[in-house]
């Protein structure tokens, strides 16, 4: 195995598994500040025991997501030199922005949030976790604006042998990023209405064990409350997620036609082209021997236009050898058009891997689906006052509501980046000359193994603490007060 | 001596110096995190204890990472050049400090979560390593960019692993780690009080007079082995003698107050001492960066690494704003903590208890 090859396997494992914590201390921060704030309003010691039920959930999780996210922002110049050195003008900004506008403001809020019940008045405290959940969204806005530059490199040229960028507002104008934000943190909230629908709605079943469950008890109607919420959460947020989905469709197919060709396992060109419930193709993976389509649906979703026009496989790849990459449209950004002499100098091959770009894509929408199917089954056993009893499926079933979203978004990550392949920048750099020269296969052999060991036992600690605050229910709660007294015991101390 | 083609420009000079602010921001701020952590279980000698040191830094220690992140960003930001080839070229270093960060990050958090005495001790020594680790090898690192790492025709690293470790290299991550040790000891006698206050105390004297020593042996062996007077870019002999003695005498200054009980001037004092080391190697670095190009035609230097003009104009203007409504934030959370904490503080683990049941309450009072 040559070392750039475990490199890509490190950075994919350690995103991934970063992106596991992300959505939910996204969507999870709002949520709680959204509970807190209920309570603020209310004075209902209810949602007083929900802010800080979900907030010990949310910070377990935060925790994680904050360690694994050093590693990302370091792997870029250590596995990945090269293209840190071509792409860093432009690249490089965003990143730097995320750390001084969004780290700064999640971290320090998220230390006055947790420490702060006690020194702060309510109000202010309550905007800690506003601002903290403000940092989680900048954070996506500044990372999500450069990976969308990865797949549709505006606002640059090619100039000093390096990616140098030309106009800094075209990174946040890119009608990738444009589309990927809202579809990134809508999903975001289908993750963490999951988890608090899911989780309420177990209890709630766990309370009903004789069918007797009284809705005026404070724990019964406390779990009602979060179940629904949740699910309604989750619901609109699917249904956010597929209008932005769609959205990111059409920005896809005319930035990275290669990819939506891929993802839908076209190999021909095609007006009117249906949309593949299962394709197989052939062992060559030149042609198609089997499909069932839904007819037209490609198109519009990739064009608008039930008869538009959907590029394929074999065409798009007989266009580079001619052309060299160019959009749906035949046209480039800037930075690929200076660049093309350059890139005619490389062997590229530029077909992704079809079979894992079609099947994330698929599983993207169907796990995510069937995320959503949970809430409403919720919601239709919660109907009128009724309750759920416990039984295995039940249990499955809440278990699911912010997993199969969770998983959703894994897919939805390993498809655009996958299929962004064989680019690191599409259309420019070629992931092979990205990686870092002077880093041996031994040392990132070393890093993805000890990586992978450590984030295994992280998880394990990090599963175990959730399920162990999760089966421990809703917490009782002392009146919330600043303290004057200074030998007084802290309302919350590690 | 060489002689430069051309100067940087006014904004690589400055993108410079905001990265160096940035380094010594870090080793301030989470210098005393380190150090703390280090003292858990020399400082801590029960449980309780052990939570009050930890609690001294709890609401503020990952605000004071982010200076790091912020320093690595900034720098692939404004010198791409230079973090591709330092972060590549010293991969396993810093795969180490990762790994440490990791470990630490999670500990505090994550001990808090259960009270057995085996899961505590578990997070103590992942909060203790994960920061030695960091602050060893961090010293080990920029101890090697005072003598400088050679980069090869290709712009990158092109000597070993093993040759970081040269007694000079050791020396530094030696130095680090007592240096913020002292700094740590100091902070946690400034936060807390009764007998806390008085160990750490004490114990900051010892450290500080270790650190004394170390830090003077560390910048004589510098000036005189690698002197910034033959830096072509800036003749900065003058300065890092000057910072380094006075990096010397402020942990001196430092060791005095925290024997007076004086823990406030201490803490500044030891503060200082990190920002003048800081001042003295970023002077010594000016210009190449730490680096030592072997090919005249192909260097690796604050020019050629720097990004665009349009880039350090944009980073510019956003540092130029954000960075003091950072600092503000950053100092604001300092004073609403600002209370000196006593193990009376403490709360119970009574969660833990009501959750767990009586069997396991003698495991929890343990």
Known sequence: MDAQLIARWQFGITTVYHFLFVPITIGLSMLVAVLQTIWYKTGNEAFLRLT??????????????VVTGIVQEFQFGMNWSEYSRFVGDVFGAPLALEALLAFFLESTFIGLWIFGWDRLPKKLHLMTIYMAAIGTMLSAIFILAANSWMQNPVGSTFR????????????????????????????????AGGLVAGIAAWHLAKLNRFGDADNSDRDVSTWRWAAKFGAYVLLVSAVLVAVSGDAQAKAMTHAQPMKMAAAEALWDTKEGAGFSIITIGSLDGQSEVFSIRVPKLLSFMGTGDFNGTVQGINDLKAQFEEKGF?????????????YADELAQYSVKVTPNIAVTYWTFRLMIGVGMLGALASLWLLWTLRKGRNPRPSKLWTYAMLSMPFLPVAGISFGWIMAEMGRQPWLVAGVMPTFTGAS?????????????????????????????????????????????????????????? | ????????????????????????????????????AMLIKVLGRNDRERRLIINTIG???????????????????????????????????????????ILRGVSFEYRSKNPETAWRNMFDWFAIIGSFLPALVLGVGFANFLKGLKVGSDVLISQSFWSLFSPFGLLGGLLFVALFVTHGAVFISLKTKGEMHQRSRAFAVKAGAVSTVLMLVFVLYQNLAWP?????????????????????????????????????????????????????????????????????????????????PMTLKIMTWAAVIFVPIVLGYQSWSYWVFRRRLGVRNMPQDLEHEALTGPQTKAVAGA
């Open chain 2, 59 to 101: 609401p503020t220690w990952d605000g004071n990472e982010v200076w790091l992140l912020t320093a690595g960003g900034a720098t692939f930001a404004a010198f791409p050049g230079w973090y591709a080839t330092l972060f590549s070229g010293l991969y396993l270093p810093l795969f180490l400090v990762l790994v440490g960060l």
């Open chain 1, 52 to 65: 800080k039920f979900y907030g010990k959930l949310f910070l377990i999780n935060f925790a994680i997501g």
């Open chain 1, 326 to 338: 160019l959009r749906d449209d035949g046209s480039q950004t800037e930075l690929q058009a200076t």
């Open chain 2, 1 to 36: 001596m060489l002689t430069l083609a051309t100067d940087p420009t006014g904004l690589q000079i400055v993108w410079y110096l905001l990265i160096a602010v940035l380094w010594t921001g870090f080793f301030f701020l989470e210098g005393f995190d380190f150090g703390v």
């Open chain 1, 160 to 191: 000093n042998g390096r990616a140098e960028l030309t106009d800094f507002g075209a990174l946040f104008t890119n009608p990738v990023f444009i589309a990927t934000f809202p579809h990134v943190i809508t999903s975001a909230y289908m993750a």
């Open chain 2, 228 to 308: 910034a007077s033959e830096n072509p870019w800036f003749n900065g002999g003058a300065i890092t003698w000057i910072t380094g003695l006075l990096a010397v005498a402020a942990l001196a200054v430092a060791t005095w107050f925290a024997r007076q009980d004086r823990e406030g001037i201490a803490f500044l004092a030891t503060g200082l001492s990190i920002i003048f080391l800081m001042v003295n190697i970023f002077t010594k670095m000016y210009g190449n960066l730490g680096f030592i190009s072997t090919d005249p035609n192909n260097p690796l230097d604050i020019i050629t690494a720097s990004s665009s």
């Open chain 1, 437 to 494: 020269p002077s880093v041996s296969t031994f040392e990132v052999l070393t890093s993805v193994i000890l990586y992978t060991l450590l984030y295994g036992l992280l998880a394990v600690i990090e599963f175990g603490l959730i399920i162990k605050y999760t089966k421990k229910g809703l917490p009782d709660v002392a009146p919330v007060k600043v303290l004057e007294d200074e030998d007084a015991p802290l309302s919350f101390a590690y």
